[in-house]
């Protein structure tokens, strides 16, 4: 049993020296770092599979702060070589071509201080002695400069370069030998002042063709399609979709509100309301997806901040709590929720609204007693709130009743209280009558009004002579 209680002390020794970080190859290490980077490959006849010598190969790609665009010569056993520096990845192209073959084309990912072996390249003879004439078969996006841009003004990028490939029957690369024009449209667009240009080009040596899309001042999806004329004949990408995204907040186009307007909160802690900022930029845009809007609120307690959707909403949960709600204005229970975010002058804009913070239901009714005459009625006055003379929350059923014999009742004997904060829902009123004429009688009639609700329950009982 002793050995096999040092075996398993071995094993995570083991496990710790083999887990160490390499540098090789086959463990690549991505980041930001400056390195040289050796790209090795290989051109070969299509059909023997023998190397081929003097093939012109060419190394292109591009970011948004790297540019490579190299070439070189295969030697005798059809090899070639690249080495040059480069900061972080970068997915490149290698072309190989030579009179007398079809060229071929491969891509590379490029990463500093690696050495990457690339497909082989095919090149397949012509039996002409030239590089012959290939015709477009396909046409589709290589490559987008950025992912999205932003509306025109709205201090952020507001172009997009998308870069076309055009490939013959067998997907190799068109050369210039086999340039094409190739025409760019917008096939659907916010418009604004949205624009494509050029409106056409040719292909270069790498059989690709660019176009910048600029935007307008409306926000939304456009998409750009490429085509190409071979006759009658004619050749579409599929249709790019680029985002455009709205710009910074405008005050006018900022709002706050609440999902509901009065929540049974002001007794009751932990009941949530839904706050919500729809955010929009000068042009009635969405503004752009990630806007940091924060809240504060006088009463309970609310998420500090919420980033906007695409659509420029940005929503956090109110929570009634400690310390209870008193506005200066308005008076106990209203509490003022407050959103803020930044406008396009760097400067602080906010939006408000109110939340009710309702409380428990108290009833009262005048008058308290009463005699009915013969043949006479009797107006009652009533009403239902909290304790702050607030009306209670939504969904909250009062009604009137009788018990007792010859009267009628009529009014507002049901009511169910809408989302509101209006004190018009405190006040309600409804009338007995003697419904039967007779002298002597004498009925008792006992009236009960009830609340009841998300606030709480209560109830008035009360009697009087119906004659």
Same mark, same amino acid.
């Given at each position: 049993?002793?050995?096999?209680?040092?075996?398993? +002390?071995?094993?995570?020794?083991?496990?710790?020296?083999?887990?160490?970080?390499?540098?090789?190859?086959?463990?690549?290490?991505?980041?930001?770092?400056?390195?040289?980077?050796?790209?090795?490959?290989?051109?070969?006849?299509?059909?023997?599979?023998?190397?081929?010598?003097?093939?012109?190969?060419?190394? #292109?790609?591009? $970011?948004?702060?790297?540019?490579?665009?190299?070439?070189?010569?295969?030697?005798?056993?059809?090899?070639?070589?690249?080495?040059?520096?480069? &900061?972080?990845?970068?997915?490149?192209?290698?072309?190989?071509?030579?009179?007398?073959?079809?060229?071929?084309?491969?891509?590379?990912?490029?990463?500093?201080?690696?050495?990457? *072996?690339?497909?082989?390249?095919?090149?397949?003879?012509?039996?002409?002695?030239?590089?012959?004439?290939?015709?477009?078969?396909?046409?589709?996006? $290589?490559?987008?400069? =950025?992912?999205?841009?932003?509306?025109?003004?709205?201090?952020?990028?507001?172009?997009?370069?998308?870069?076309?490939? !055009?490939?013959?029957?067998?997907?190799?690369?068109?050369?210039?030998?086999?340039?094409?024009?190739?025409?760019?449209?917008?096939?659907?667009?916010?418009?604004?002042?949205? =624009?494509?240009?050029?409106?056409?080009?040719?292909?270069?040596?790498?059989?690709?063709?660019?176009?910048?899309?600029?935007?307008?001042?409306?926000?939304?999806?456009?998409?750009?399609?490429?085509?190409?004329?071979?006759?009658?004949?004619? @050749?579409?990408?599929?249709? =790019?979709? =680029?985002?455009?995204?709205?710009?910074?907040?405008?005050?006018?186009?900022?709002?706050?509100?609440?999902?509901?307007?009065? @929540?049974?909160?002001?007794?009751?802690?932990?009941?949530?309301?839904?706050?919500?900022?729809?955010?929009?930029?000068?042009?009635?845009?969405?503004?752009?997806?990630?806007?940091?809007?924060?809240?504060?609120?006088?009463?309970?307690?609310?998420?500090?901040?919420?980033?906007?959707?695409?659509?420029? !909403?940005? $929503?956090?949960? %109110?929570?009634?709590?400690?310390? %209870?709600?008193?506005?200066?204005?308005?008076?106990?229970?209203?509490?003022?929720?407050?959103?803020?975010?930044?406008?396009?002058? +760097?400067?602080?804009?906010?939006?408000?609204?109110?939340?009710?913070?309702?409380?428990?239901?108290?009833?009262?009714?005048?008058?308290?007693?009463?005699? @009915?005459?013969?043949?006479?009625?009797?107006?009652?006055?009533?009403?239902?709130?909290?304790?702050?003379?607030?009306?209670?929350?939504?969904? *909250?059923?009062?009604?009137?009743?009788?018990?007792?014999?010859?009267?009628?009742? #009529?009014?507002? &004997?049901?009511?169910?209280?809408?989302?509101?904060?209006?004190?018009?829902?405190?006040?309600?009123?409804?009338?007995?009558?003697?419904?039967?004429?007779?002298?002597?009688?004498?009925?008792?009639?006992?009236?009960? @009004?009830?609340?009841?609700?998300?606030?709480?329950?209560?109830?008035?009982?009360?009697?009087?002579?119906?004659?």
């Amino acid at each position: 049993m002793k050995k096999f209680y040092t075996f398993l +002390f071995l094993i995570p020794i083991l496990l710790l020296t083999g887990c160490q970080k390499s540098d090789t190859a086959s463990n690549p290490v991505t980041g930001d770092e400056t390195g040289t980077v050796i790209i090795n490959g290989e051109v070969v006849d299509f059909s023997t599979g023998s190397p081929v010598a003097n093939a012109a190969i060419s190394l #292109t790609g591009f $970011s948004t702060d790297t540019t490579i665009n190299k070439s070189a010569v295969s030697d005798g056993s059809g090899k070639y070589t690249f080495e040059f520096t480069i &900061k972080a990845g970068l997915e490149l192209a290698v072309i190989a071509k030579k009179e007398g073959f079809v060229s071929d084309s491969t891509k590379v990912f490029a990463v500093a201080n690696r050495t990457i *072996t690339a497909s082989k390249l095919l090149l397949k003879a012509t039996g002409s002695g030239g590089s012959g004439t290939r015709n477009p078969a396909s046409v589709y996006l $290589s490559g987008t400069s =950025v992912p999205h841009i932003g509306i025109k003004g709205a201090g952020g990028l507001e172009s997009v370069q998308l870069i076309f490939q !055009v490939v013959d029957s067998m997907g190799v690369a068109l050369d210039l030998d086999n340039a094409v024009n190739v025409g760019f449209v917008l096939a659907a667009s916010p418009g604004s002042g949205t =624009v494509l240009n050029p409106p056409s080009t040719r292909t270069n040596a790498n059989g690709q063709a660019s176009v910048v899309l600029t935007s307008g001042t409306k926000a939304g999806v456009v998409q750009v399609t490429a085509s190409i004329s071979v006759g009658s004949k004619i @050749i579409s990408s599929n249709p =790019v979709a =680029v985002t455009i995204h709205g710009g910074l907040p405008d005050l006018t186009h900022f709002s706050c509100v609440p999902a509901k307007v009065n @929540i049974p909160g002001y007794n009751i802690f932990g009941v949530e309301d839904i706050i919500t900022a729809y955010v929009g930029d000068k042009y009635s845009n969405p503004v752009r997806p990630g806007t940091a809007v924060y809240f504060s609120t006088e009463g309970g307690i609310i998420e500090g901040s919420a980033l906007t959707s695409t659509l420029g !909403v940005a $929503s956090v949960t %109110l929570y009634s709590a400690n310390p %209870l709600p008193n506005h200066p204005v308005f008076g106990p229970g209203f509490a003022a929720i407050t959103a803020a975010t930044t406008d396009e002058s +760097f400067a602080t804009i906010r939006q408000s609204t109110l939340v009710l913070f309702s409380g428990v239901p108290i009833i009262n009714c005048s008058p308290f007693g009463f005699d @009915i005459p013969n043949g006479g009625s009797q107006l009652f006055n009533y009403t239902v709130m909290d304790q702050n003379g607030n009306p209670l929350s939504e969904g *909250t059923s009062i009604t009137v009743s009788g018990e007792g014999k010859d009267f009628i009742l #009529t009014g507002d &004997k049901e009511s169910t209280l809408p989302d509101t904060q209006s004190r018009a829902w405190t006040t309600f009123s409804f009338t007995v009558a003697d419904a039967i004429d007779t002298v002597t009688a004498v009925n008792r009639l006992v009236i009960t @009004i009830k609340s009841d609700g998300e606030n709480g329950k209560a109830s008035l009982i009360f009697s009087g002579i119906v004659r």
